[in-house]
């Protein structure tokens, strides 16, 4: 599932393409992934632009020129791509905005959605998210840390604690910054809660200058989604040597989620 910088790159990308330019029109084929009349959708973008696109947590913002906002989130399996009708994927596309010869495709939108509302809803909507983690300084990280008893990697992907970690990027900072993820939130040291807010802040911004792990390109030539697929230290690298200390990384599951980490480097 796309997390924080996934989400971040396509927002970046996808500003320098699409921001004001006048919406054609739009075709769904799967309209349970709206929460509104297809018809509806489609009229109330067609003539409309985007002026915003904003992130929080996982989901994308897009805000119209008219006020209103289309909130995403492609939750598992989805993916965007923008481009002419030539250049699309063989692929099903469930929602597509027409921007004159190019559209922008939502694709693999089983559970994932793209919802319509006004701004106030969406504030009533995003409400319940926790911080952003990288708006938070060390003082603020520790303070909310104190609100857990659980385990590093449940907490960590928990939307109502810190919002826009997810399973890859859990590990990945837990592996960053030594510790492991099985380990409890109330029995991290003052030192080890500085050393899990430092590999957090370099590690999400590392994947973002990276584009962040998209196996698809966002449009053709994009050279940028993706480039931090190599770079996952441990994340699905099970069994494979610890890019730090050579042991094997262990393969596991907490709470019925994919976890990864180095028995041997992570304490
Ligand atoms: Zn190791």
Not at 75 to 84: D, Q, R, V
Not at 181 to 197: D, F, G, T
Request: charged share 25%; glycine share 8%.
């Amino acid at each position: 599932m796309p997390e924080l910088p996934e989400m971040e790159t396509y927002r970046q990308q996808l500003s320098r393409l699409i921001l004001g330019v006048p919406i054609t029109g739009a075709e769904v084929t799967r309209s349970k992934s709206l929460n509104i009349d297809p018809d509806e959708f489609i009229r109330k973008l067609t003539g409309n632009r985007i002026s915003r696109i904003e992130r929080r947590a996982k989901h994308l913002l897009f805000h119209l020129a008219t006020g209103d906002v289309l909130v995403l989130h492609l939750m598992l399996g989805g993916w965007i791509f923008y481009g002419t009708q030539e250049e699309k994927p063989d692929r099903t596309v469930q929602v597509e905005i027409h921007f004159g010869e190019h559209h922008l495709s939502f694709i693999g939108l089983r559970l994932g959605y793209l919802h319509y509302h006004t701004s106030t809803e969406v504030e009533k909507i995003l409400q319940k998210l926790g911080p952003e983690p990288l708006g938070l300084d060390l003082i603020q990280f520790r303070r909310v840390l104190r609100s857990k008893k659980g385990n590093l990697k449940v907490s960590l992907v928990d939307q109502s604690f810190l919002s826009g970690i997810g399973n890859c990027y859990s590990d990945e900072i837990c592996f960053e910054a030594r510790i492991l993820p099985l380990r409890k939130v109330p029995s991290l040291s003052e030192n080890e809660q500085m050393m899990l807010y430092q590999a957090m802040q370099a590690l999400l911004r590392e994947a973002i200058q990276f584009g962040g792990y998209m196996e698809e390109p966002l449009f053709v030539g994009d050279r940028l989604t993706g480039q931090y697929n190599p770079r996952c230290r441990v994340y699905d690298r099970g069994n494979e040597p610890c890019p730090r200390c050579g042991h094997p990384v262990v393969h596991t599951e907490v709470s019925s989620r994919k976890c990864f980490y180095c028995a041997h480097c992570q304490v």
